[in-house]
Every structure is written in C-alpha cells, then in structure tokens.
C-alpha cells in the first residue's frame, strides 16, 4: 500500500520541485524569446548574463533592454502574480468551504482596484508610486472583505451566503470605482485606468518586483505553516475547531495574507479574474486536497498559467495585446468546464 | 475525575439556551444526554469541549477549568463527533481518519510512524481497515458516521462528546454505532433522541428541559413514566423488554376514523 511509507519522502519531493522549476525556468524562458521582436535563445542567454551576472556579452542595447527590463520583469511579474492569486484562491475555498471563493469572485479584487484608483486619480499619495498605489489597494482590499465579512454574517454566514455577499460588494466597489472614474478622471486617465482594470502587464517594470517578490514569498510562507490547518476545515469550522485548530486566529492570519497578496497584485497588474478560481481546482486534480501539497501546487501551476497566458495576450492579435483578464478568461473558462466535466462524481 | 460542568450557562440572540447546569461524566462510562428539540442538548455538548464559550458557570475536565486550556491541548483529550458532518471536497476515508492527528502534529511535522498507528488502529476499531483508500463520497451514512468516530479515535482522547451520531441512520446501523460507542471504553457523552436506545446504551441519562437539567442517574431512575409525561408530553408504559432493559412503550390514542380500515 502506498501509504505504508512514513515521513517525507525526500528523493521524490526533490523530483518534483527540480520539475517545478525546470517547468517555470522553460515557461520564463518562452516567454523571453517569443514577442513582436523575434529574439534566438542564445542571445536572450546572453542578455540574461548581463543582466543577472554582469557578464559583458556581445548583445545589441536594444535587444539587451527588450530582453531584460522589458520581458524578464513582465515574466517574472506573471508568475508572481498566477502563484500569488492561484495560491489566494485555494486559501479562501479552504476557508469559506466554497468552491467558487476567490479574490475576483468575493469583490477583494474590486475593492483594491477603487482603492487604487482613488489613489491613482484623487492623488491620495505621496512619495513612490507604486508603494502608494499598493496602499490605496490594501485600504480597498481590506475595506471589500470587512464588506463582504459583515454582509454575510448578517445574512447568516452560510458558505453559499458568503458568495452572494460577495457579488454584491464587487457591485459596490466597481460602483464605486467607476464613480470615481467617471466623474473625476481626465479622458487620458480615465482610458488608462480602464486598460488597467482588465489587467495589464505592459507598465511592469523591475521595481514593481521589489514589492511584489516578497508579498508572495511570504505570503507563501504564511500559508504553507498553516496547511495542516486548512486540511482541518473540510468539515466546517466547528469540526477544524474541535481538532485543535485556533480557527479564529488562522482565519484573521489568512484572511489578511490573502488581502495583502491580492492588493499587491492588484496594484501592480489590475485585476484579473479566473486565476484564483481555475488553479486550485486544476491543482487539486493533479496533486489531491491535502494542502501540504496543494498549496505549492497552486503557486507553480498558478505562475505557469499566468506567464503563458501574458505569452498569448501579447501574440494572439498581431500589433496589439491583449489584456491579461480577457486571456485568462478565454483560456480558463473551458479549461475549468473540462475540469468540472472530469471531475464529476459517479452519482 | 473526568469532565463537568457547574452552574453552566449560555444563551445566543437574547435567549437562554443552557441554564445553570450542573453534571458530571463518571470516567469510562456512557452518559445520555436527553430532552425535547430544543431542549439544549446540542448547545451543552459544545460548551463541552469549548465550541461556544460558557456565558457564566466553568465546565472543568480533570477539575481543571477548560476555558483555561490550549484548544490544541484540549483536542487531545476531548473528541467531538457531530450529527452529521458533510464536505464538499475529494477525500479519501483515510485522509479524514488522518485528521484527527491534527492536534498531535506541529506546523510543519512530518507523518509518522506514531501517526499512522493511530490510523490504523482507529479504523480496525470501527471495522473499516478495508475501506482505508475508498473515497468518502461513495460511503453510506452509516459508514460515514463510523469514519467520523475514526477520526476521533485517532485523536486519542480519553473523553468523546457525540450529538446525536445515529440521527438519520437505519435501525441496524443506530444499533451498531451505539454498540461500537459502548464497546470504546473511554468516557462517552452523547446527546440521543432515542428514549429506548438512551436506556438500552447508556450507563447514565441526564434529562434537560428548556436548558435546565432536570434529573441524571441511571436509566432505571430517569426514564420513569411520570418524567417522560411531564417533559415530553407523551404517555408511555414501561415494562421491562426481552433484553432485561426497560423498554418504553408509547401510548398513542388511536386516532378517530382509524376504524376505516375497511377502506383501504
């Protein structure tokens, strides 16, 4: 029986993480070389070298700045942002007991979008930009799920209650951002800020990974030091806390994680929808529900799902790109009805 | 020394739901918790092992105020298994089994040899080491209910708090889930709607009406045909069964018009 095994097996998880990177480097590596401007892998090596290694390899300065500060930042923008997002949705289904939860789905996404907005057009900040730009959508983010958590108290609390509390604080703060757009942005701004609602990574830049490499790792973190716990909450709360669990303590830690994850991203990218929602379950199908495993899972399959997707959004329509959300959208709405199709239980 | 309560008391939304009660569990014994719907039954079973928090009053498990207690401490002794949890998600009989190691394990312990005898020998408890890799979804209710007191077992408590663990089963398998929570040894408190299943299964029956505790002792002592009038409004002969335990009888009025048989 495979479960005589105990304790970790290590040859087999080395395997699989070796994998995972592999997977991740070739999918950066795509991404890398594919575009408007043809580039062979050698040369993007060598811009590659120069970059990360301060090798002085003979790379042409415009090839040099397309490889490295425009599509390695973008890439690696991509997987931080999939993980970060596949990896916020599996914690809130674990959390919620609903499969539908997820930043998009319960308005997080929508409030750190107003809050962005307002600071982006009101001038709510001083200093850096994309720092005050990630506050604005933390304040929004954190203000949509305090929303979201008293709607659906005060509708009972049910995990179906939750979802409809949360399309109706993704109305409010959508309301409310379009609002602000409508009444108080110039027509450039107001364009710009529509193009960057749907998500969009053409504005990524290196410093935007500064904030959002650690938002994810350590959210990663967080997460991973409660999987045990979230196993726990598969038969609802009183069951995790009858085994143990601090369920009031996980939930404020993960919650909040979750929000940070989400306004970071959101901040940087927009918002893109069905990354949260599609990941889990197609992780869940490759590796099972135990979230020691699910959770790693989410954050490299969530990465690979994003980088390819930005591969499409910039070669699917010759001269233009697309936005990210329109990708993930087109490409995850089947993927998750096969999923769905395939996963169906034997009635 | 095992669990207790002392003058417990809570309420939600305004009302009282436990008022002032006062028991004790008798180690290795089962104790039955009885009463009408909405008598609190539940609702003390959960102040029990600390789900909602006392309102007033301490519920002490080896004298030792429990809300005083580490939850993770407090989930290696006391077990809960619930009326009837369900879940959405994928799992396997021996992923939910394995659960109730959680308390056992720190954050980032690995499983262990220690972990998976407690597995093993919690399913060969409840007769289900064969069914270890099936899919929880494809189980009956019956079988599910034995998982659940699986999972608990692998928690290794020496008390275990159950609502109602036969609610929506057939007769044979109520009968043998009581036998099963009968033949564990450890301390039971488990809440039944049964009369004749508390009197068949129980060692002790506390009665609870409108939150109060009205009488607890042996079976012979509580489920008396004064008691069960007062309380539950029905009236009951009892006489003692085959098994040699009482055994209720409830007396209903033929209803008027019963006598038309003849059309049917």
Known sequence: ?347 | MTLATHEVCWGAAGRIIVDGVTLQAAPGRVLGLIGPNGSGKSSLLRLLCRLRNVASGVVTLDGRDIAALARRELARRLAFVEQQAATEIQLSVCDVVRLGRTPHRAALASWTAADEAAVTEALARVGLSERHDQSWHTLSGGERQRVHIARALAQEPSELILDEPTNHLDIQHQLSILSLVRRLGITCIMALHDLNLAAMFCDEIALLHEGRLQMAGPPDEVLTAEAIQRIFGVAVAIRTGASGRRHIEYLVEAEQGAGGLAGA
């Open chain 1, 1 to 347: 029986m495979s479960h005589a095994a105990h304790g970790p097996n290590w040859p087999a998880r080395i395997a699989v993480a070796l994998a995972s990177v592999l997977a991740l480097a070739l999918s950066v590596a795509l991404a890398v070389t594919i575009g408007e401007m043809r580039i062979p892998l050698d040369t993007a090596l060598r811009a590659l070298g120069n970059g990360l290694l301060g090798l002085d390899a003979p790379v042409s300065a415009i090839q040099q700045g397309v490889i490295f500060d425009y599509r390695l930042s973008r890439a690696l923008m991509a997987g931080l942002c999939g993980g970060a997002l596949a990896l916020s949705g599996a914690i809130l289904q674990a959390l919620l007991r609903n499969p539908l939860a997820e930043p998009y789905v319960l308005g997080i996404s929508a409030g750190a979008s107003t809050g962005a907005v307002a600071v982006l057009i009101l001038g709510v900040g001083i200093g850096g930009t994309a720092l005050t730009l990630s506050a604005g959508a933390f304040v929004g983010s954190c203000a949509a799920l305090a929303v979201v958590a008293l709607l659906a108290t005060g509708a009972g609390g049910a995990s179906d209650r939750v979802i409809l509390a949360g399309v109706a604080t993704s109305q409010l703060f959508n309301a409310a951002t379009a609002t602000i757009v409508t009444t108080l942005a110039s027509a450039e701004q107001a364009r710009g800020v529509m193009f960057w609602l749907l998500g969009n990574f053409g504005g990524v830049r290196w410093p935007d990974l500064w904030v959002a490499t650690p938002v994810a790792l350590v959210g990663f973190a967080v997460c991973m030091l409660h999987a045990k716990a979230l196993d726990a909450f598969a038969f609802g709360i009183d069951a995790a806390a009858a085994l143990g669990v601090a369920v009031t303590r996980v939930k404020v830690v993960l919650f909040a994680t979750t929000a940070v994850m989400t306004a970071a991203m959101v901040s940087i990218i927009g918002t893109v929808g069905f990354v949260g929602l599609i990941i889990p379950h197609a992780a869940r199908f490759l590796v099972g529900s135990g979230h020691a495993r699910l959770l790693p899972a989410c954050l490299v399959v969530g990465a690979i799902f994003m980088i390819l997707a930005d591969i499409l959004s910039r070669v699917l329509i010759p001269q233009q790109i697309l936005p990210i959300g329109v990708v993930t959208a087109l490409f995850g709405a089947p993927v998750f009805a096969l999923i769905l199709h395939r996963a169906r239980r034997p009635s």
